[in-house]
């Protein structure tokens, strides 16, 4: 008999939880990252050498994202996101491949600048079972950076500000794992990107808790606050020019779902 009740109460959570998973949903979000940079970068092709070195500032900037799951499971759902990491430094030594430092000058102030757009087609492993859900996926982070450096000499000319863009398309890892707390309208939420290749390295981790109030049916506001840390470990295939540096800290927005 026993057996049979734990059996049913069993049962029952099961179809409550199916009953909670979502057939459709779109979130939307967004806020500020308050960010703070460490590391740096170098280059050394055996003749010139230099330094870029973080001035560890901490800067605000804006992110967002928008979710998208759908009722046909062979087609992955989607989530979109944007962001941007800021950078200030110093750059010491003779100088980078394109440009050097002036004769007699030590150091020169320089910035980077990157802004992130993730597109992320992912699978639902679990969609709020038993309050769980799990998400796994590939994202495409395209990556628009720039760096600045100032009062250098390009071509042997003396050049106020040097500026050096580059677009890349980088594909890595995703997973996404999210608990309700029962009886409470707060959500624990993490999530990763990750990729390793050929010496280099580059992460993308969050952690979050939010809380979404439902006095509103159809559109539910929410508030999320969590923790964010981008890590650049990068060498170029000539191991001339390597990366290192990395973006960390609390970030807190506003969500709608609907």
């Given amino acids: 008999m026993k057996k049979i009740v734990l059996k049913t109460a069993l049962l029952g959570s099961l179809l409550v939880s199916a009953a909670n998973a979502d057939i459709a949903r779109v979130e939307i979000g967004g806020g500020v990252w308050q960010q703070k940079s460490d590391g740096g970068a170098s280059y050394n092709d055996g003749i010139k050498h230099g330094i870029y070195t973080s001035s560890k500032k901490t800067n605000d900037n804006a992110y967002a994202w928008i979710l ?89 000319l003396n050049t106020p500000t040097y500026k050096d863009s580059q677009t890349l398309a980088l594909p890595l890892i995703y997973g996404r794992a999210r608990v309700e707390i029962p009886s409470t309208n707060i959500g624990l939420e993490a999530d990763g990107k990750y990729i390793t290749y050929s010496g280099s390295t580059l992460y993308d981790i969050r952690a979050k808790v939010d809380y979404t109030f439902t006095f509103v049916p159809v559109i539910q506001p929410a508030l999320e606050i969590g923790y964010r840390v981008q890590n650049y470990d990068i060498k170029t295939d000539d191991d001339h020019t390597k990366m290192n540096i990395k973006f960390s800290g609390v970030y807190a927005g506003l969500m709608l779902r609907f």
């Avoid at 998208?68 to 430094?89: A, C, S």
């Avoid at 757009?117 to 309050?131: R, S, V």
């Fill in 68 to 156: 998208i799951k759908h009722p046909i499971p062979i087609i992955p759902n989607i989530r979109l996101e944007y962001t941007q990491v800021k950078d200030d430094g110093v750059v010491s030594g003779i100088g980078f491949k394109d440009f050097n430092l002036p004769s007699g000058v030590l150091s020169t102030t320089a910035r980077y600048e990157m802004k992130q757009y993730d597109i992320i087609p992912y699978y639902n492993i679990l969609d709020n079972t038993m309050w769980t859900t799990i998400d796994i996926g590939l994202d495409i982070k395209v990556i628009d950076a720039t760096f600045e450096a100032d009062n250098v000499v390009v071509n042997f």
